[in-house]
């Protein structure tokens, strides 16, 4: 590859031609809290709504699809399991990963047609629509299942038809490059890795208060009330941020959906992401992408089967269920704030490193997860996976620190896209082969994610490698 081309800087825009550079901080908000509050609460609500909503699915597609007894099937509404029916659990969890699998395509089809579009747009026409946009399809789909649950007559897949909402407005994908364009604007390069941990650690904490808290409000007011509560949540998320956040572009220019669907806009994306640049910059940020990229891939793989796998291999209950998600977020949260807070500052280790820690880490604990056949083994496998949440912010966060600030947002807006397009093949890859390896190994999912995470490791070792060979010192030849 060539290396003779314009260098991948470290510098700000404003150091090198100040008449670029049209998006700074906001007065007042250098440490304020922003898109953190909206982040915090849409987690919640997914980890309060997520366990419900699957014994919902479960009981009818026990019911409707399957033809089962209502009495027979009830076994699925309630907190705790039975592991009296085992064959049926089999049964069932087979179709119910098929729904899943539907129900996420569809969800992700919107997302990834407007990520190739959205990074882009927004360095004209601002960053709060990517923030505001997606929040309103989450409240709208929200109420949809609302409605869906109130309705026990109707059958899993009307389900599906929920996702609609949350498809069109581009859902998580469109939002995280939202809220990290907007952190990028809004912060320097000596506080945003800091930021960024933040962020990560805010959507950690509405996990986990929201997996701590979805047991106990569904004993209390049950499933149709618990998703009510679910739905107000996200309405209050999404008025906060039409209500109180500023445009954090300079000159940002007002446009709908018309000025979105523009070819122009994913012409200019690829140009720059695919344009050459010395010490391999081009491999790097390549490399960077699909990284990160590939365990937004795990992380839509696994999401539906952790809670089937735990029910399948050691016969936990949603409450047990609930209680291991909750530690292991909170492990993982403290995990984040301790390597950036604290041992970034002590030990010379940098971002790059760091996020290879992280994924090796992760590899490990999908190891151990594998061949689990005891609760504390779970447990193990979250403690050792300590830093594991530190890959996506690091990575995100060298991406602003390596590249001019006029490209971040469309860096940002390949890697959305890349993250957009896992999900159309990711659950059907995972729940295929956990349909298939149910019986004899259903751990095969977590070997397939643990060897992801160490090619995702090896990238970053060479992305390691091309900035120390970057660094070197040229020597000339003795003269005599």
């Known amino acids: 590859m060539v290396e003779n081309e314009e260098r991948l800087t470290e510098r700000s825009v404003s150091e090198r031609e100040p008449a670029v550079n049209t998006i700074s901080e906001l007065p007042g908000k250098k440490y304020g809290i922003t898109v953190e509050v909206p982040m915090f609460l849409a987690m919640l609500g997914i980890s309060l709504s997520g366990t419900a909503i699957s014994n919902i699915i479960l009981y009818r597609t026990c019911v409707h699809s399957l033809h089962?007894?209502?009495?027979?099937c009830q076994v699925f509404l309630g907190p705790d399991k039975s592991n009296s029916s085992r064959q049926l659990e089999e049964e069932v969890q087979k179709y119910v990963t098929f729904i899943s699998t539907v129900k996420i395509v569809l969800e992700s089809v919107g997302p990834a047609i407007l990520s190739f579009f959205l990074g882009v747009w927004s360095d004209t026409h601002g960053r709060k629509p990517l923030i505001v946009w997606p929040l309103l399809g989450m409240a709208l789909t929200s109420m949809m299942v609302v409605v869906y649950s109130m309705l026990e007559d109707y059958g899993p897949w009307w389900y599906v038809l929920t996702a609609i909402p949350y498809s069109l407005t581009g859902g998580f994908t469109v939002l995280f490059t939202g809220t990290f364009c907007y952190l990028t604007d809004i912060t320097s390069t000596k506080n945003r890795s800091l930021r960024m941990t933040i962020l990560e650690a805010m959507v950690s904490v509405g996990s986990v208060?929201?997996?701590?808290?979805?047991?106990?409000l569904l004993k209390a007011v049950g499933n149709v009330y618990l998703l009510l509560i679910v739905a107000v949540l996200n309405v209050i998320s999404y008025a906060y941020s039409n209500i109180y956040l500023r445009e954090s572009l300079t000159g940002a220019v007002r446009g709908g959906f018309t000025s979105i669907l523009d070819l122009l806009l994913v012409k200019e994306m690829m140009r720059q992401c695919f344009k050459r640049r010395p010490n391999?910059?081009?491999?790097?940020?390549?490399?960077?992408t699909?990284?990160?990229?590939?365990?937004?891939?795990?992380?839509?793989?696994?999401?539906g089967l952790d809670y089937l796998y735990a029910r399948e291999k050691l016969h936990w209950a949603m409450k047990e269920y609930t209680i291991?998600?909750?530690?292991?977020?909170?492990?993982?949260?403290?995990g984040s704030f301790l390597g950036v807070g604290l041992v970034q500052k002590i030990l010379p280790v940098g971002d790059l490193m760091f996020s290879i820690i992280a994924f090796l880490s992760s590899?490990?604990?999908?190891?151990?997860?594998?061949?689990?056949?005891?609760?504390?083994?779970?447990?193990?496998?979250?403690?050792?996976?300590?830093?594991?949440?530190?890959?996506?912010?690091?990575?995100?966060s060298l991406i602003t620190k390596i590249l001019p600030v006029e490209d971040i947002a469309k860096v940002f807006s390949l890697m959305c896209a890349l993250e957009g397009i896992s999900p159309l093949f990711s659950p059907a890859i995972y729940n295929t082969l956990y349909n298939f390896t149910i019986s004899?190994?259903?751990?095969?999912?977590?070997?397939?994610?643990?060897?992801i995470c160490i090619v995702c490791a090896v990238m970053l070792a060479f992305v390691k490698f091309y900035r120390w060979r970057a660094a070197r010192p040229a020597y000339s030849p003795l003269q005599e």
């Not at 208060?209 to 106990?216: D, E, L, N, Q």
């Not at 095969?444 to 994610?449: F, G, H, P, Q």
């Open 68 to 72: 089962h007894d209502k009495a027979e």
């Open 209 to 216: 208060v929201g997996g701590i808290a979805s047991s106990y």
């Open 280 to 288: 391999y910059g081009r491999a790097q940020i390549l490399l960077l």
């Open 290 to 303: 699909v990284a990160n990229s590939l365990s937004i891939f795990i992380l839509y793989g696994i999401v």
């Open 324 to 334: 291991f998600s909750a530690a292991s977020t909170t492990i993982s949260f403290f």
């Open 363 to 396: 590899a490990v604990e999908y190891f151990i997860r594998t061949f689990a056949t005891l609760t504390w083994h779970m447990y193990l496998g979250a403690g050792v996976s300590l830093f594991k949440g530190l890959s996506a912010p690091l990575i995100r």
């Open 440 to 451: 004899r190994f259903p751990g095969a999912v977590y070997m397939l994610s643990g060897a």
